[in-house]
């Protein structure tokens, strides 16, 4: 991994989490962060305040409160997905081939 002097990655790498995890952690870290990014926006505009949110969720106040300040190892993907579908939403895993950049 190379560092420039703004302390940012640089190099054939495609994200952060290629460039600090093997391939197959870095795909899963990707998508709990990607999945968490989406189902947060969803519950920050959900009517109401975070203890009906949370009722409604089936989950206490103080864990609602750490999905939607980002703590991603407050949640596994799997709890990602049951929450996203108690909020309304619908989950969909997608698979692509990696592109010819990516480290083998």
């Not at 290629?18 to 899963?28: F, H, I, K, R, T």
């Not at 999945?35 to 949370?54: E, F, N």
């Amino acid at each position: 991994m190379n560092v420039n002097a703004s302390g940012a990655i640089s190099g054939p790498y495609e994200d952060a989490f290629e460039a600090l995890y093997p391939p197959d952690q870095a795909a899963l870290k990707r998508t709990r962060a990607y999945a968490l990014r989406a189902l947060r926006q969803h519950l920050s505009s959900m009517p109401g305040t975070q203890q009906q949110i949370a009722d409604q969720l089936g989950i206490q106040q103080p864990r609602l409160n750490l999905l939607l300040r980002g703590d991603s190892a407050s949640i596994s993907l799997d709890n990602m997905v049951k929450l996203a579908a108690r909020a309304g939403l619908r989950a969909e895993l997608i698979l692509k081939p990696t592109s010819s950049r990516r480290r083998t």
